[in-house]
């Protein structure tokens, strides 16, 4: 689903709307609490549904009276800003939270962590999953993302996807309908509520899948600053090349503004100290990204979704964002 809104009306109805239909709607709830990087502003209404009829209703709703709406996993891969988001936030921890097997495919709920999903296919001694172990996000994430690790990704492995879709309902979609690319799907560009992944993995004995889940995890123990406040890799490799050597190469390690800092120990990372703002992370990305333009004549992408008033937080759009700014 794709990352847009505008800024929260002052008294924004949605939630009192979904109210009276029985939704459990929390008004103004700051998605600060709801992503990795610990950043974003209120949210018209904070949807957490008991059960996969509640989360239709409230996504059929919002189609219905227009209102914005995106899903939320973890928020492992969000920049929110901090005016927030004038929309419903779908939550699915609660209501697509199963996984069932069915001979070697492994059904997961939406809102499953891929880390129960990978734990929960080593013990039924099935293989596929293993990369998923250590990536902090959900099977819709997963899913929307195609989220990778390790020379694979959710493509190698998802067989269907149901999804609610407006036009349409529930529907099963098989993976040759997500259009997979590089951290690209088709859910990206559609207004589409990943509820469900089926996954198609192969038998393995349990031992071996455990050791190569511990070596991935202890892999990225080693290189990645885990348990700081980020969403992980802020832009996306470009073709033959890796970010974090681009933009360690032009020196950017431990660049800080305000708040926000290129990790000393991996260069495509940014840390919130704790104080970061959206701004502060924006502003960030920009000079990391002129100046890989500078040296290297490349343009990096972001891999991180923004979330919040198109314009951004200083009145650069997401979209032009990392072209070379006249002032950076
Ligand atoms: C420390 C760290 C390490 C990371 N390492 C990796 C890595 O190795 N590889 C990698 O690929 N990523 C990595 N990431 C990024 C992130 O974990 C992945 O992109 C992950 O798949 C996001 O899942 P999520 O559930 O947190 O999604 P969110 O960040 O909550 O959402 C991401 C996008 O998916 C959409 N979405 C989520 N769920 C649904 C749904 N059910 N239906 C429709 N749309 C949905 C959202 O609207 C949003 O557009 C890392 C992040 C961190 C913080």
Not at 4 to 18: F, M, S, T
Not at 175 to 189: E, L, P
Not at 209 to 225: F, G, K, S, W
Not at 227 to 253: C, Q, W, Y
Request: hydrophobic share 45%; net charge neutral; aromatic share 6%.
């Amino acid at each position: 689903m794709g990352a847009e809104g505008r800024v929260p009306a002052p008294e924004a109805p949605i939630a009192a709307n979904l109210r009276t239909l029985g939704v459990n709607a929390r008004p103004a709830e700051r998605l600060a609490r709801h992503t990795s990087f610990k950043i974003g502003g209120p949210v018209g209404a904070f949807v957490e549904p008991a059960d996969e009829a509640e989360a239709l209703l409230a996504a059929r709703t919002a189609f219905e009276q227009g209102v914005p709406l995106m899903v939320v996993g973890l928020g492992s891969n969000l920049l929110v800003s901090d005016r927030g988001f004038d929309g419903i936030v779908l939550s699915l921890a609660r209501a697509c939270r199963g996984v069932r097997r069915d001979g070697t495919r492994l059904a997961a709920g939406a809102g499953v962590s891929l880390a129960k999903v990978a734990h929960t296919a080593a013990g039924l001694e099935l293989s596929g999953v293993e990369f998923a172990v250590s990536i902090p996000g959900t099977v819709g994430g997963a899913a929307v993302m195609n989220a990778g690790a390790h020379g694979r990704s959710a493509q190698d492995v998802v067989q269907q996807v149901r999804v609610w879709d407006p036009a349409r309902g529930v529907v099963v979609l098989p993976r040759d309908a997500m259009q997979y690319g590089y951290r690209m799907s088709r859910a990206q560009q559609e207004p589409w509520v990943v509820l469900e992944v089926w996954f198609d993995l192969t038998p393995a004995p349990r031992e071996a899948i455990a050791r190569t889940m511990r070596d991935y995890m202890e892999h990225r123990r080693v290189t990645q600053p885990v348990g700081e406040r980020n969403a992980g890799s802020m832009f996306k490799n470009p073709p033959g090349d890796f970010a974090a050597r681009l933009i360690d190469a032009v020196g950017a390690k431990g660049w800080r503004e305000g708040g926000a800092c290129v990790s000393t120990l991996h260069a495509n990372f940014i840390a919130n100290d704790g104080t970061a703002t959206a701004r502060d992370v924006l502003t960030l990305m920009r000079r990391v990204a002129a100046a890989v333009q500078e040296r290297f004549h490349t343009a990096l992408a972001p891999e991180v979704r923004w979330v919040g008033p198109p314009e951004g937080e200083d009145g650069t759009t997401w979209d032009n964002l990392w072209l070379p700014a006249a002032d950076a």
